[in-house]
């Protein structure tokens, strides 16, 4: 059996084809350029225009048609609403047209299993970290749960506010993380709250700093802090946990500093860094399609009146059968 997976939470579209045994026939992905930050209607819009010809090059890629796939899964959130409603209104229609199953699947659920899928994971805790989310994640007692999350912004989100407020490219994530190799360290507010994380006062403070220091000391401070706390975090949960791998999954995943500071956490520890492939790390519709398989083959499914979108879908919300 094959999953047609569409993902569409927020600015980028992905439309991944995958097989039962976890063979990726097709990654097929598209986003719209950023300059501002993400409109959630403009960004349907893009996903309304890019979604025939996106799920027609996976299909190409794949080398089969819609009708073979025999299961169609899409993102149901967490995410923006009118994003979400494109991506739900094209698997509806897609399902009914070819007489698929449908399944809406947990997006931040999603990314850990897709995660598994791509690093071969058994168990890992997982430090999710993306524009929009920033979740400490593990799994317990038949549900995946959340064991600290940021309380304000997520990081990216605070990556690209300071890069639009500092004039510099956007997405912030990739200029901050250059131009913090040449910079120098200064501290700056570090807020953790019990397991919980705040980057709304660091934004503000970095954003401040900008007019007394160079650009590449606030790079470095910035990222140097931001990553401290989630890692500090991510260490705590783990010794909470006791897992035995740790996992690292979303948009700011793909950066070198952070990686390279959960190694040496994870190597005093003792556990396994998993790290997918970076064009796998951040949004793809090859984990929006992997979940949907797990959970059809755990005997899940969904009437069509279950497949209304959800823009506040918490990951611990989820009964997880599949495993
Ligand atoms: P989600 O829907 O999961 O919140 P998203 O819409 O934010 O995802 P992703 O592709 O997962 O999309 O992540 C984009 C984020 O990743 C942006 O905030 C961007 O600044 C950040 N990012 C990209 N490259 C880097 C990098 N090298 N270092 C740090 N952050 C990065
Ligand atoms: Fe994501």
């Excluded at 097989?19 to 960004?43: C, D, M």
């Excluded at 004039?167 to 040449?182: R, T």
């Excluded at 998993?274 to 755990?298: Q, Y």
């Amino acid at each position: 059996m094959y999953c047609l997976g569409i993902e569409g939470t927020a600015e980028k579209l992905g439309i991944g084809i995958v097989s039962s045994e976890g063979a990726v026939l097709a990654n097929v992905t598209e986003y719209q350029p950023l300059t501002r930050g993400i409109h959630p209607r403009e960004a349907a819009q893009h996903h309304a225009e890019k979604m025939r010809s996106c799920i027609k090059a996976a299909t190409k890629e794949a080398g089969m048609g819609l009708r073979e796939t025999g299961l169609v899964a899409f993102s149901q959130g967490p995410g923006l609403g009118p994003c979400l409603r494109v991506a739900a209104v094209s698997a509806r229609t897609i399902a009914l047209r070819y007489g698929l199953p449908i399944i809406g699947v947990n997006h931040c659920i999603a990314h850990v299993e897709g995660g598994r899928l791509f690093t071969k994971g058994e168990d890992p805790l997982t430090l999710y970290v993306s524009g929009g989310n920033t979740q400490v994640i593990a799994y317990a007692d038949g549900r995946y749960r959340v064991f600290g999350e940021t309380l304000d912004i997520a990081v990216g989100n605070c990556l690209d506010q300071f890069a639009r407020g500092a004039d510099l490219k956007v997405p912030g994530g990739p200029i901050v993380e250059q131009l913090a190799a040449q910079g120098d360290y200064f501290p700056l507010p570090y807020v953790v709250k019990g397991m919980d994380l705040s980057f709304s006062g660091l934004l503000t403070a970095a954003l401040e700093a900008t007019k007394g220091h160079r650009i590449e000391d606030v790079c470095r401070s910035l990222q140097e802090t931001a990553f401290s706390m989630l890692v500090e975090v991510t260490e705590r949960a783990l010794a909470q946990t006791r897992k035995k791998e740790v996992m690292l999954v979303g948009g700011v995943g793909v950066n070198r500093r952070l990686q390279e500071m959960l190694a040496s956490m994870a190597d005093e520890h003792g556990v396994r860094l998993l790290l997918p492939p970076r064009e796998v790390m951040g949004d793809n519709g090859v984990m929006i399609a992997w979940l949907g398989l797990l959970m059809h083959n755990a005997g899940m499914r969904q009437r069509l009146e279950e497949t209304a979108v959800r823009q506040r879908y918490r990951t611990d919300e989820v009964e997880v059968l599949w495993r």
